[in-house]
């Protein structure tokens, strides 16, 4: 159980378009669900954190414009790169949170490649 | 041996040998910390977490420690093994609940 998958889990677009990767839970309910970025050789850095519902609470130095997040169902989550620049390649990585009595569990996707040309 | 800077700190075993990956974290208001494996292209797995009100938890071949007075973490992997090779990452928890990581470690197994 508590499998997160992403689509799609690597993509290649030309500088100046956008692209849209979608995370979904796939055996729960996801109240809350976060996106990270990483650069090859570092580590995970917090972007935004969306409720669903609502909107997404973006990390300093995230442009909000730029990396469009909707949280419009408890099992998906999307993030758009809107004019996309060879900048912005990296490793985009969604978590979704469980909501529980017993504690928050967060599980990971396994990440989606963006290469922009 | 390590090296930090710029790069991923890397830690180099003998397979069979004990690994001991060290983390700092930021904030002494963390109240949950979690040890992350890594491998090339991939999310991260969960290994092993621990609360703030613990000092030390044992798992499968792995230990967690958690010193709050210096803020730091370790993970202790028993008997590496080659499949051990990745990155290691912590993670700590705090402002409701965001994982906020740290910088992370390369383990490389020697077979």
């Known amino acids: 159980g508590a499998v997160v998958s992403q689509h799609p889990s690597w993509v290649i677009c030309k500088s100046g378009t956008s692209v849209k990767i979608e995370c979904r839970s796939l055996d729960f309910q996801a109240t809350t669900m976060f996106w990270y970025r990483q650069f090859p050789k570092q580590s995970l850095m917090l972007m935004a954190t969306s409720n669903e519902g609502s909107k997404a609470t973006y990390e300093q130095g995230v442009e909000k414009d730029k990396f469009l997040i909707n949280h419009a169902s408890l099992t998906l989550s999307t993030l758009t790169v809107t004019s996309a620049h060879p900048e912005d390649s990296s490793f985009y990585i969604c978590?979704?949170?469980?909501?529980?009595?017993?504690?928050?569990?967060?599980?990971f996707g396994p990440g989606t490649r963006l290469t922009v040309t | 041996g390590e090296s930090v800077g710029l790069h991923l700190p890397t830690l180099s075993v003998q397979e069979g040998d004990n690994s001991i990956i060290n983390c700092a974290y930021s904030?002494?208001?963390?109240?949950?910390f979690i040890w992350y494996k890594q491998e090339s292209g991939k999310g991260p797995q969960f290994i092993i977490d621990?609360?703030?009100?613990?000092d030390k938890r044992q798992g499968q071949r792995v230990t967690v420690l958690l010193n709050k007075t210096v803020k730091h973490l370790s993970l202790q992997i028993a008997a590496t093994q080659p499949g051990d090779s990745a990155v290691y990452f912590c993670?700590?928890?705090?402002?409701?609940?965001?994982?906020?990581f740290g910088q992370g470690t390369e383990l490389s197994v020697k077979p």
């Open positions: 904030n002494s208001a963390s109240d949950y």
């Open positions: 978590s979704a949170r469980v909501s529980s009595l017993k504690a928050y569990e967060q599980y």
């Open positions: 993670a700590e928890r705090y402002q409701g609940g965001k994982l906020i």
């Open positions: 621990i609360r703030s009100n613990m």
